[in-house]
């Protein structure tokens, strides 16, 4: 344990209304949530931060909700709370698939979805998931709260839209249509307790015959959790006939760029993305029938 | 042979109990009073010579112990095979992590900042990090050389070969560092007093390594140097020779704290960066056969990379090169084999010693060999596999009724091989992107040490009776989870015809124990078990000498008369030593003679199925048969053939050491990858018995051995499965699979 | 700069407050200030499960939670297990089923494997060997392969179920 604890302060607001009001006065403190993120720089004498914000009691970030409309997780929701909600697992099968393959149990048991988003490791599970269910993110600070599309909240490697003073609250999605495509898969350094090398997720559905909607985002291949936009774009409106396996592979090399680093290399990453959204369409023309 | 009462059943873990409790006490669970903490400074580049220390603003030094290789009251090198790695780095540094500088204090988070605000000034010089450059020799970094030990093996006229041959057949191969990874990181405690002497507490697998190592750094005698093994957390070959660097740390900065008890601990990222590895290894291969698969000549030139420094490569390369011929019959042999010195820091023990590195490239090249010939891998090895009578590449004639091919094929049987070779060959040939495929290695390890090793280390185990009627086994041979404790219990209780709780064993202790050698070599149970078998059966003789007891006798007479002999005399041991058996003869100068007193035999078969999607591949069945004599404990011996099969599924295909410029980059759990629950099958271990006189009941080692076969058969099964026979590298990582799928050689 | 906290546990069944750095770890807090020493760290990054305890009954990995989320919680570690473990007495059916099948080879996982298993047994009783192999996949051993460890996992399952003594018993 390298982590300087008795240089570090800690506050514990006892409502969210305290910790915005905290937050206001002091930006630079560090919001905690399940430290999952946190404490592996702290505890390596790694962190440059020692004053932090402890979100954990704060009951209004917590609470998962589903309408038929929407389903709201709380900041301070955790994997398990989504990897066992039976509501979760009828509609939202890629929120389950990328909560269970996030670490383990114990990591699960700790780890919220807010910190996952907030600590925007461009590797992270759960964010290709969200996006390619279109999601949206509430931050809130004392001047208020504003929701912001998901796909607009990563700016740049490790760089969010969060404002100086605000907290990430609340995550919104959309239910998605009874019988619509959910596609899934985390290609990691092993089965379990894995960093991702490459993650996909995807969402589509389809009227007369034709792509009506289609969704599909990569983790671990670019500085930000991202869409494959261009690749999209030669799916949406047509019929398995009419999309280009060689137009989309092309598209595809120019939504995502990877890196060389101790995990895996840029090559290994496109290899995989190439065929992993390749064995997605197919799945997915295939689910259409 | 009489019924076995212990031998052969699978009697209890004997601290058992205390593990499944937490009871257990591990090195950082012990505290003493006073107790300061101790660090280390280390070095940040890979060679180069020491210009200054320079101590940072806004630490109290004065309050802190300081250490650095001027301290060192006597040998400033590690007494190993040569002086040549320093405790302490004096003039020049010769790895990255090397240590140079040690620091204690009783507030870790003091400490911490202390050795952050320590810097070491070092004119960087040339280095040398790979194999390649190390043979080269451009940048000499050891020796004339660069080259620590060479061994060299020859039988017949392998020249000759080549102009006879129908085939010949050539390859190289590779293996990569691999990290022992024991879950209790490297711990150790050490107090050094003007009366006491030198007394240290520590995770470690040789408590009289340590003891030999202290000796010398403190230039005292042995009586003055106390070490004890605590309760330690795995080892695989890590906690051989590394904790005889670390347990000096720890004394030197107690002796200059004026014995103040010092506790080191490494974290994870120290601990692997900083300690040693499995060589990395590289392999030419030349083979000749005759047109009906007959093998002919073996060529092979075998490198390993030893690091900075000789600790244990020469013995590493030794058993390397003796198992390179793998269980074959050659009629002509010719090995090379060479340690050779890199940056890297030193690369030590690990489970196989040389002998996965080595036996990966004969199996793995055989399976290439046999399609280049165009025969089944099966048949290949069934022309060729050693039989009693048959001549081993060092000289040595098979004596033990070994029956390789059948071994082979109940291996094969039980993973249904060709069944599933047929099935595969056809579901391959569909649109499914999973590749399926079998393969398998056929292997043999030599049990204890190599050579002339055990006659030369002459152990010494014993018994004693205590005043309550038991008998306490006395040996340094250490418990790190391999079930010494218990198996020893069993081999006493069995030889005495008494209950196993009649029998205790004596935590390891220099001040308590004789040398029984190191617990290293799969030698504990086959030749540090009979020693403690035939001390017991000398204790029994001392007290039915002395007319306390008679045979037949029941438990509770034995137990009375060990009481009472005790009561009358004082006290009660016996002892037995290692002499080696007068038909085994070597030589160290031609490496000829009998490499090893026996050998374990073994197949191992795996199932794979690729995602050529990803290049993943799922070790998806996995048959472990061997041929290890008499089975001691079932449970016990069960759990060591699954843990080394894991961990070398895990050799084979996701533990990889990043280097960057002879440094590991990829320090933590998260980055160095080894296999969780989720990521292996049911392992399915099968042993077949023939009782070896060596051992006691008939027991030979089987520490080693399950490290050796998953590699090849890994990579055969590989082949199999994608029809190419490119992957000859381990770990084969999804990255470099990929790269070999681009480059199809068949 | 920051001041100690009076920090209010119950520890295994017993109440205890210690001084603690907001900040400290919970396995620094258990290891040395509880003096709990079953609890073992082996990564100190939320690997290898070797510090899993139970915090308001949930499994977690100690190493990576701050002393400050821990104020009035309820905390059970290995050697809460089985209230009379520590003196031998007695064994969760759980530990007595790594002690018969050979769960524990060096012993350094087993705490944490101990916690792990009885928490997936709480969260599914009759598991197969998948749910077993997932359950666990936060706990690494090195030892063991981890064939002894699901076999002891699915033992003590099966001695919790009404003719399962015979199981454990093997
Ligand atoms: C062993 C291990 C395995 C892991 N495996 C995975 C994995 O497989 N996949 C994966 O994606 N991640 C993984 N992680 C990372 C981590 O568990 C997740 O990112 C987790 O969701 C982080 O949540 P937390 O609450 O623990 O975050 P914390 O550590 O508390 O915080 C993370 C960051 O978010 C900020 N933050 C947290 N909540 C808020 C909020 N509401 N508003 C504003 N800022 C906030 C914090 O200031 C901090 O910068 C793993 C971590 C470990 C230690
Ligand atoms: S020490 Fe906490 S998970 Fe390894
Ligand atoms: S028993 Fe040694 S790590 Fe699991």
Redesign the interface.
Known sequence: ??????????H?PATLGEALAFLAAHPDWRP?AG??DL??P????RLPDFN?L?L?PLHELRGIELTNEHLTLGALTTY?EIRWHEGIRAAFPNLVQSAWVT?????Q??GTIGGNLVNASPAADTPPSLLAYGAEVELRSTAGSRWVDYDAFHLGYKQTALASGELLTRIRVKRPVPGAFHFYRK?G???????A??CLAGYGRAENGRVAEFRAAFGAVAPVPKRALAAEALVLGRSAAEVDPDAVRAALAEDITPIDD????A??RR??SE??FA?MLKDFFAHLG | MAKLEQVGHSRLRKEGRAKVTGAAIYTDDATMPGLLHGATVRSQVARGRIKGIHFGEGIPWEDFVIVSAKDVPGENRVAMIVLDQPFLADTRVNHPEEAILLLAHADRVLLEKARAAVTVEIEEEPAVFTIEASLAAATVVWGEDNVFKKVSIRKGEVDAAWASATHVVEGTYGTGAQEQLYIEPHAVIAKVTAEEGVTVWGSLQCPYYVHKALKHLFNEPDDRIRVIQMETGGGFGGKEDYPSLISGHAALLSMKAGGRPVKILYDREEDMVATTKRHPSKTRVKTAFDADGKMLGLEMEFLLDGGAYVTLSPVVLSRGAIHAAGPYYWPAVAIEAKALATNCPPHGAFRGFGAPQSLFAIERHLDVAAARIGMDPVELRRKNLLRIGDVMATGQVVKEAVDLPGIMDRALEKLDYHGRKARYAGSNAGTDPIKRGVGFAVFMHGCGFTGGGEAYLASVAGVEGTADGKVRVLAASTEIGQGTNTMFSQVVAEVLRVPMDLVEVQQPDTKLVPNSGPTVASRTCMVVGKLVQDAAVGLKQIIIQAGLLREPYTADEFQAAVAAYVAAFGSLKAYSQYSTPPHIVWSDETYQGDAYGTYAWACYAADVAVDTRTCEVAVTDFVALQEVGRVINPTLAEGQIEGGVAQGIGYALWEKVEWRNGRMANAQMTNYIMATSADLPRLRVYFEENPNPMGPSGAKGIGELPMDGPGPAILNAIQDALGTDAPREIPLTPELLMDCLEARHV | MSEKMALKLQVNGAERTVQAWPMARLLDVIREDLGLTGTKEGCGEGECGACSVFLNGKLVNSCLVPAVQCNGAKLETIEGVSPTSTDGAQLHPVQEAFLRCGGAQCGICTPGMVLAAVDLLKRCPDPDEEQVRDGLSGNLCRCTGYVKIIDSVLAAAKSASPDGAKAVAK
């Open positions: 344990m390298k982590g300087d604890a008795p240089a570090c302060a800690v514990t905690l430290g999952t404490m592996v702290f505890a390596a004498g932090f402890n954990d398990s670490g383990a149990a114990a990591i048991n700790r290609v350094t092993r089965k379990a307790q894995a960093i090398k490459v101790i995990r895996s290399s090559k290994y290899f995989v065929r992993l064995s």
